[in-house]
């Protein structure tokens, strides 16, 4: 099978010759790669050349953001989608079970065990993860910039970014509607994800299954600060109360207006601004990734 690596230059890991480490690894593994290096907005662009070109195998190295743009590209589309997970947190990866360590992702991939997962978009665009509207994406916002101008790291930038924020706490005004239902809400944080999403600790963050067919809808209550900040440690602590937050079951699409003309959303970590209304939907098993079998993650 033709492979292609694209290795993102803005992912959170990469370093100088991490190129060079990443072709020996898949070449040790017994995979058969042109590795390139491409700046992380191209990502998406070099993979729908390749997805055109007929390539087999593409192989996506960076965060999730990078693991975004790849499959957005790439689903719906017989190429098979790779990882070597190159970023801070690696959420995808990490729920599909893709490890860490370089050599054994590429063992992994040269492995070939194949799954259909499902992926989520919004206005078209791609997500791997999750997206979110209200505190998180000022959040984000704010990160950025941080590192943009001061050099910080993105943990540091992140905790900063956090208090800054929660120092201008406030709620947008949202119209929500879902199966033919449509309420208006007042909100700090709207969550869609894709899957189900685990809320408590230890597994907070993590989902089990990307297979399920349904968005993860979560809408925090209105709340003032210090409600919101015990909400979220209830969640976290697995003690959700009723007037914290709403989940929306059986979600497959989602639709989000607002008296804006634009939102800004946080999506797999990055921050966008779409024109309202915003469309989200799931699409069920659109992406083929090379990843543990489901089985086997049960077990871990």
């Known amino acids: 099978m033709r492979a292609i690596t694209l290795v993102n230059k803005g992912g959170g890991s990469f370093a100088e010759g991490v190129a060079d480490r990443i072709g ?11 590795v390139l290096t491409v700046e992380g907005k191209d990502c998406a662009a070099r993979a729908a050349d390749h997805v055109k070109q007929g390539t087999g195998l593409i192989i996506a190295a960076g965060g999730d953001g990078t693991m975004g743009a790849v499959a957005g590209e790439l689903a719906g589309s017989k190429s098979v989608m790779g990882m070597l997970p190159l970023g801070t947190l690696n959420h995808f990866a990490r729920d599909l079970g893709i490890p860490d360590d370089l050599d054994e992702a590429a063992k992994l991939i040269a492995a070939g065990n194949l799954r259909q997962v499902d992926i989520a978009e919004v206005n078209g665009r791609a997500f791997v993860n999750n997206a979110s509207i209200g505190l998180y994406p000022l959040m984000v916002v704010d990160r950025d910039a941080q590192r943009q101008r001061l050099g910080r790291s993105k943990r540091l930038a992140m905790l900063v970014a956090s208090l800054r924020t929660m ?15 449509e309420a208006r809400v007042d909100t700090p944080l709207l969550f869609v ?3 189900d999403y685990h809320l408590a600790f230890p597994a907070a963050g993590q989902r ?11 809408v925090m209550r209105s ?3 210090p409600g919101f900040l015990a909400a979220t440690g209830r969640a976290l602590l ?16 989602l639709t989000v207006d607002s008296a ?3 939102l800004t959303l946080a999506m797999d970590g990055e921050t966008i601004s779409l024109a309202t209304p915003l469309v989200f939907q799931i699409r ?12 086997a993650l049960g077990k871990a």
């Not at 120092?167 to 239902?181: E, N, P, Q, V």
């Not at 089990?208 to 979560?218: H, I, R």
């Not at 069920?284 to 089985?295: E, S």
């Open 24 to 34: 020996k690894a898949l070449a040790s593994a017994g995979v058969d790669s042109e």
């Open 208 to 218: 089990e299954a990307l297979d399920d067919g349904q968005l993860c809808v979560m």
């Open 193 to 195: 994800g894709n899957n």
């Open 238 to 253: 697995g003690l959700r109360r009723p007037d914290d937050m709403v989940q929306l079951e059986g979600v497959k699409q």
């Open 167 to 181: 120092a201008r706490f406030h709620k947008r005004r949202l119209r929500l509607g879902s199966d033919g239902g």
């Open 284 to 295: 069920p098993l659109a992406l083929t990734v090379i990843a543990p079998a489901q089985a």
């Open 223 to 225: 709340k003032s600060l």
């Open 260 to 262: 804006r003309s634009h």
